[in-house]
């Protein structure tokens, strides 16, 4: 028998009654994924079936349970337009389910619950499993994604949630460990042909294969991207040159996050490019940042802290520079402030490096932390007795005298290398250690 959400009271077997006591469409549930001839091209080309889903057959190998006919609760993780909307409808589908969406930018906890309600009700009455996919997942907050769990826990429905960001980070262990994690790769420039062309087909249109290849390379494995930018095209009348379409897309699907795994990965590719001495890398990754409106403030801090890190005592004029570097940025702005940015980049990529100075505060501070309070010396108090004992270097030869500034036992954390001004630096300790 099917429940009424409102009354609680059974219902008889007529979806008309269904319809007028529920204040929903049950019709509406079902056909919710369905595209009308209104509906945007990557909407109305949308594969249903395993043959139509192009570029992604490696993960059937990887994940054959995808096509067994029990389905488990799952989470796909991949770049923006890698077809995890579209497998989850193929795999309801193919398992004759009905599928519900919600997208978790678009609501809340709340809203979800409702719409876990509606598709039980109908999968009860029916007797047809539900599949409930949540788009964005990683949307939702700790205790927003926990609400799920007693859902998924006893498997009242097959659930499918989607991210493009990395689970580990973005979703709960809770979650996760209830679930099977399905990973999809950027489609490749051959898939994203290979679909355009399924849908110039669909639409019965024609379009030049080089304009085809055009926008495949400008879509970076994004699909959506892809097929909006075929819809522009269509929608025309005429075939722009690769070059005028190049101009109406804006330069393609590159994409960038300010907060996120594409943010991390990159600035994590810029540090060890400098780190390593490699001056074309460390551009390129300063391009893709700048590109994509990452702020340049953040890069100038950043490298504020190289300067210091990573060059070190090798090379002091490289702190002075990357600190000039960084009120040039504020000062100047954007885009002039990229060639600020440039110089810095180049200076300290192509600079001997060393790091003494970093692993030396480094264990210098756990040696502090794994001790009691480590008391000064009495002749290097401010005030105290014994502070006439004190030898005041610049009154000796060379400014130098030997004497004791720490406690006993105290180990050398500051170990400078045979590099640049370092080693000359580490040639006059070791010479005044002699004394």
């Known amino acids: 028998m099917f429940y009424s959400l409102l009354e609680g009271t059974k219902l008889g077997c007529s979806p008309h009654k269904v319809n007028e006591t529920l204040g929903f469409s049950v019709e509406d549930l079902f056909n919710q994924n369905k595209a009308s001839p209104k509906s945007p091209l990557a909407h109305r080309v949308r594969p249903h079936d395993f043959q139509g889903f192009k570029g992604q057959e490696k993960i059937f ?19 923006p337009g890698s077809g995890k909307t579209t497998l989850a409808q193929v795999l309801a589908n193919h398992r004759g389910l009905e599928l519900y969406t919600f997208n978790a930018v678009l609501g809340g906890v709340a809203d979800l619950k409702k719409l876990i309600a509606k598709a039980k009700e109908v999968q009860d009455f ?42 580990k980070t973005s979703i709960n262990r809770a979650l996760l460990s209830r679930v099977h994690l399905i990973t999809l790769e950027k489609l490749s420039s051959d898939a994203l042909c290979a679909i355009l062309k399924t849908a110039i087909e669909k639409e019965e249109r024609q379009i030049s294969d080089e304009l085809l290849e055009t926008i495949s390379k400008l879509a970076d494995g994004d699909a959506r991207f892809a097929l909006n930018a075929l819809e522009s095209v269509l929608l025309r009348g005429d075939s722009p040159s690769p070059e005028e379409l190049k101009e109406i897309l804006g330069g ?24 390593g001495s490699d001056p074309d890398a460390a551009l390129l990754y300063l391009a893709i940042m700048l590109d994509g409106g990452e702020d340049p403030k953040f890069i100038a801090r950043r490298l504020v802290v190289f300067a210091s890190e990573d060059v070190g005592n090798a090379d002091p004029q490289a702190l002075t520079l990357a600190i000039s570097g960084l009120h040039a940025t504020e000062a100047i702005g954007m885009p002039e402030a990229r060639i600020n940015l440039a110089q810095v980049t180049t200076y300290l990529a192509s600079t001997q490096k060393s ?81």
């Not at 190998?61 to 995808?66: D, E, G, M, S, V």
């Not at 996050?257 to 540090?271: L, T």
């Not at 004791?404 to 080693?423: D, L, V, W």
């Open 252 to 275: 393609g699907s590159r994409h960038y996050d300010k907060d996120k795994d594409r943010h991390y990965d990159v600035i994590s590719a810029f540090i060890k490019s400098l780190r």
């Open 61 to 79: 190998k990887k994940y054959p349970f995808l096509k067994e006919e029990e389905l488990p609760s799952l989470i796909f993780w991949g770049p």
């Open 355 to 435: 790091n003494a100075s970093y692993k030396g505060i480094n264990e210098a501070l756990s040696f502090v932390k794994e001790r009691t309070t480590i008391e000064v010396p009495t002749h290097l108090r401010n005030h105290h007795p014994d502070a006439k004992n004190y030898k005041y270097p610049h009154n000796y030869e060379g400014s130098y005298v030997s004497q004791q500034y720490s406690p006993q036992n105290t180990p050398r954390f500051y170990q400078p290398k045979e590099i640049g001004t370092e080693a000359r630096i580490k040639a006059r300790l070791e010479k005044l250690r002699q004394n």
């Open 126 to 167: 029916y007797q047809k499993r539900a599949v409930i996919f949540v788009d964005e997942i990683h949307r939702f907050n700790k205790a927003q994604q926990d609400a799920l769990l007693p859902f998924v826990e006893k498997g009242e429905f097959i659930f499918i949630g989607a991210t493009t960001e990395h689970p």
